[in-house]
């Protein structure tokens, strides 16, 4: 049988092991994608330390949740994607699936979206989850809109820079939240940056809206920052976090009237269910990268599969400036 070279990781916390494995052939429904590139999310080092319940993936596994890649071959019922297409998506590295730190992968087509014409394979292995936990916390859940007040937690992050620029497509008037270090980049998104460390939640609720609270708050630090995000959301507003997991009183969002939404990106693959969904959800993506309205911020160093475990020790020690890419092929 033909093989592939992949990372494995054989059990938790384990090192990667950069060996051959049996080149996987595209079911029904299926794509056979030559991985250029592999996104690395803090995630993954948490699926990597089975220290994530809600993520579990058997090991041995090999691990990755987003990829970019070319289509080498397609199974059976496939309609959407020919051999040749540059495609990227969050398609597996959870859930028994096979991950993107490897040659190739056969995914489920529903999951993929042909690349943005205007980003190279490395920034679009960055954006796949970023892009859909903004997207489902902006879009689906809170239908976000010009006109509005949208507060982002953790702006300089991962999900928080894409929910950042999501925002500001769709005409909202963005507060960025964040350390002072990541002031310039927020302002030059074309929101107005707010240090967490220099003012208090009450501080710059007063300042930047007259002490009303924000229509939209989108909380990506999860913790103390959804109680954070309880406290700036205006009457009648509408909190949305990706990391809303824990203990919180709801006395400060109950008294407002405001709306609670979590969000949870990996159900699709979990579960089988929303794929075509995230799919779509790729497809606005390449739309709003392509207008000029979205793009990853990349951290500029580079890895390979040897070196796979660097990447996840920088994530680990919060050494990151973006998003870290793993050269795959």
Known sequence: MPTMRAAVVEAAN??????DLEHPVPKSG?????????????LDTKIRAGAAAHARHQMPAVLGLDLAGIVEDVGGGVTRFSPGDEVYGMTGGVGGHQGSLAQYAAVDERLLAIRPSNLSMREAAALPLIFITAWEGLVDRVNARAGQTVLVLGAGGGVGHIAVQIAIALGADVYGVDSTSKGDYLRSLGATAIDYSSEEVESYVARH????????VYDTVGGAGLDTAFKAVARF??????LGWGTHALAPLSFKSATY???FTLIPLLTGEGREHHGDIMREATKLV???K????LDPRTFTLETAANAHELIEHRKANGKLVIDVD
């Open 14 to 19: 384990g090192p990667f092991r950069v060996s």
């Open 30 to 42: 299926e794509v056979l994608v030559r991985i250029k590139a592999s996104g690395v999310n803090p």
């Open 209 to 216: 809206s007259g002490s009303k609270g924000f229509d939209v």
């Open 237 to 242: 507003g509408h909190v949305v976090s990706c």
């Open 261 to 263: 939404s979590g969000v």
């Open 290 to 292: 392509e207008a000029g």
């Open 294 to 297: 979205v793009s990853p911020r």
